[in-house]
Structure formats: C-alpha cells, structure tokens
T-cell receptor, first 115, second 114 residues
Framework: DARVTQTPRDKVTEMGQEVTMRCQPILGHNTVFWYRQTMMQGLELLAYFRNRAPLDDSGMPKDRFSAEMPDATLATLKIQPSEPRDSAVYFC?????????????FGPGTRLTVL | KQEVTQIPAALSVPEGENLVLNCSFTDSAIYNLQWFRQDPGKGLTSLLLIQSSQREQTSGRLNASLDKSSGRSTLYIAASQPGDSATYLCAVMGARNTGNQFYFGTGTSLTVIP
C-alpha cells in the first residue's frame, strides 16, 4: 500500500529552535509539494519540487524556511529560527506517477507547535 | 492568480439525504480538478480527479462534475451516511505557467446527522 509518510507527526518546540520535518514521497512519484494548513489561512503551498529540482518556493518565508530534496526518497522542510506564528500542520504531498494524471497524494502531516 | 471558492462553508444534513457541494474557480485554464476529504486532525484523502477534458468522474456514491468554461465543479454525494462527515476540499491545477501547482478552496464542512 503506497503512501506518503511524514515524520515527526507532532513537534512541540520553543521559539528560536530549529525544526526539521521529513517526507518520504510515494516511490516513482516525481513531484513533491509542501503545504501549511492553519485555521485562518487554510491550505497554503510553500514549495514544490519536480525531479528533485525546486520549481517554486515563493510561498515560503525565505529568511527562515528552506526546503530540499537530498534524494528521490526524501524531502525536508526546515525552519530556523522557529516562531510562534509558524505553528500549523505541515503536509507533504507527492504526485506525477506513472499514471500521468498529476493526482496528488497527501501524507498525514506534521503538527508543529512553537511556544 | 487562480482563486477557488467553495460554497457552502458548512452543511448539515440528515442521514440518507443526497447533497451537492460546490466549487468555483476564476481561471478556466486548468489541467485538472481534484476533490479531497479531510477528517479532523488527519491528512487529505483523494476522492476524485477530473482531467480538464472530462466532464465527470464517479466513485461509489460520489459523482464529481466539471464545467471548465463556467469555472465550476460539483461533488454529489448520494444517500449520505454519518461516516461522510468531514471537510471536503477542491483543488485545481493551473495551466498558465504555474507548473503543477494546486490551488485549494477553503472547504465545506459536512455533518451528516444520524
């Protein structure tokens, strides 16, 4: 049963600390997305990659957020330093599999709380 | 920029009723439209994907339609059940130099009353 996995599922940290969230896309998918969901803003696209290359990260605060894909099986989203306003659920999604229909599949999310 | 709107924001219906959720988008240049379900505290589960060349897709009690020219999609749920209670989101993939970016609506929160 192929699925997107994310770690950690929950993270509580103090303001100023570095936070790293990890995502394993579905094997064979060549597109990876990072989203943030809050009650106020809904789902916001932060960044996405195709074939490991960043295509768009305009939704990310550049001064503190960074997204990378060290290899095809791992995507990371880092926040340094973290702030209370970063508290949200961060979702990773992958798509672009062999079906070619660009359907997106979401991971379970990382719930981040910055105190 | 593509804007996606979902109406109503919340809906409460008695079990067994058929219902329609609406999604509208401002730019008709899309590759596809996808409907998701999100349960509280959970991730998004893909329900149906409609390509821009298609008019509808069906899966079990769910039927999604797409009218690209008018910028509208509907999700029809037949014979609703309490287990259908969740937030339903639609997302469109833009086709104007936006790569594979999805634009999400704010969702419709559905409650099916037993």
């Amino acid at each position: 049963d192929a699925r997107v996995t994310q770690t950690p599922r929950d993270k509580v940290t103090e303001m100023g600390q570095e936070v790293t969230m990890r995502c394993q896309p579905i094997l064979g998918h060549n597109t990876v997305f990072w989203y943030r969901q809050t009650m106020m803003q809904g789902l916001e696209l932060l960044a996405y990659f195709r074939n490991r290359a960043p295509l768009d990260d305009s939704g990310m605060p550049k001064d503190r957020f960074s997204a990378e894909m060290p290899d095809a099986t791992l995507a990371t989203l880092k926040i340094q330093p973290s702030e209370p306003r970063d508290s949200a659920v961060y979702f990773c999604a992958s798509g672009g599999g062999t079906s070619g229909n660009n359907e997106q599949f979401f991971g379970p999310g990382t719930r981040l709380t910055v105190l | 920029k593509q804007e996606v709107t979902q109406i109503p924001a919340a809906l409460s219906v008695p079990e067994g009723e058929n219902l329609v959720l609406n999604c509208s988008f401002t730019d008709s240049a899309i590759y596809n439209l996808q409907w998701f379900r999100q349960d509280p505290g959970k991730g998004l589960t893909s329900l149906l994907l409609i390509q821009s060349s298609q008019r509808e897709q069906t899966s079990g009690r769910l039927n999604a339609s797409l009218d690209k020219s008018s910028g509208r999609s509907t999700l029809y749920i037949a014979a609703s059940q309490p287990g259908d209670s969740a937030t339903y989101l639609c997302a469109v993939m833009g086709a104007r130099n936006t790569g594979n970016q999805f634009y999400f609506g704010t969702g419709t929160s559905l409650t099916v009353i037993p």
